[in-house]
């Protein structure tokens, strides 16, 4: 099967293309480290495979023989907008890439339901008012979870996805939303995804997860790539590790890559060092 290109140039080439079809990937990382900008960057290059031959060329360069891009995008958000994301994505690559991407980009705002609940004014995030007779729907609306299940299952299959992010559902366990059912969704998200055979890529804050939650999403996940930044004399660097992943571990392994080193520029992010065991 062809495998789906994570939209990371270097990092492509290196593992032979992209992911293997069929999987969820948890993308962990420190605040700026680059999770964020990798989903981005993800998100972006395999859209604009579709919409700018020349410009992906010029910013990502050639497909390896075994990778395909997805045929479409779906980027699903707890707390922002289309308008919101477009901009935050302009901050991190070259403002024409991102407008002739997003045009294949289909962005699923999930924040109806995810601040249905919670105290905030109805206007901060639908640009409307509450109504008198809003009050007495509030619980009938699908739950966040609810909401995530079905965007999943009608979009999925064959597809990249992209979730930003779990930090936000950690965020807001109550009793309509545990950790436990955070847990059991992304198991049941790596099953599902097996026989969906696309690709999906869950954004997490590790500073916003305990050592024994982040272990239970690793191990309910088929690969995590872990983002942080590390400090060597006055400079800093953003760094990632592939620390598990099903069909790519290996191949970093036979080549001894432990890790690699970060940068972000007009084209979003990319390897810009490999770090081997010597």
Known sequence: MSQIPFGVPRLDSIIGGGAPPGNVVLLAGESGAGAREFLYT???????????????????????????????????????????????????????????????????DLSPEYFQLSPIP????????????????????????????STLSEHAA??????????????SQSDEVTWSDIAMVIKGLEKASYQWGGLILVLASTEALS??????????????LLF??????????????????????????????V???TEINESGLDVSDVRKIR
């Open 158 to 171: 064959g597809n990249l996805v992209l979730i930003d992010s779990l930090t936000d559902l950690v965020a």
């Open 259 to 261: 890790q690699f080193e």
């Open 42 to 108: 993800s998100a972006t290059m395999n859209a604009l495979s579709h919409t700018d031959e020349e410009l992906f060329d010029l910013h990502y360069g050639s497909l390896a023989d075994t990778a395909t891009p997805p045929p479409e995008i779906h980027y699903v958000s707890f707390t922002a907008g289309e308008e919101y994301l477009r901009r935050e994505m302009g901050y991190t690559m070259d403002d024409e890439v991102v407008e002739s991407a997003v045009e294949h980009i289909e962005f699923h």
């Open 228 to 257: 942080e930044w590390e400090s060597g004399g006055s400079k800093r660097a953003r760094t990632m590790v592939v620390q598990e992943f099903r069909g790519v571990l290996a191949r970093l392994e036979s080549e001894n890559i």
């Open 211 to 224: 050592k024994t939650e982040l272990g239970v999403l690793k191990g309910a996940t088929g690969g995590t």
């Open 122 to 149: 109805r206007e901060w995030y639908l640009g409307q008012p509450t109504k008198l007779e809003d009050l007495g729907h509030r619980h009938n609306r699908d739950s966040v979870l609810g909401a995530l299940g």
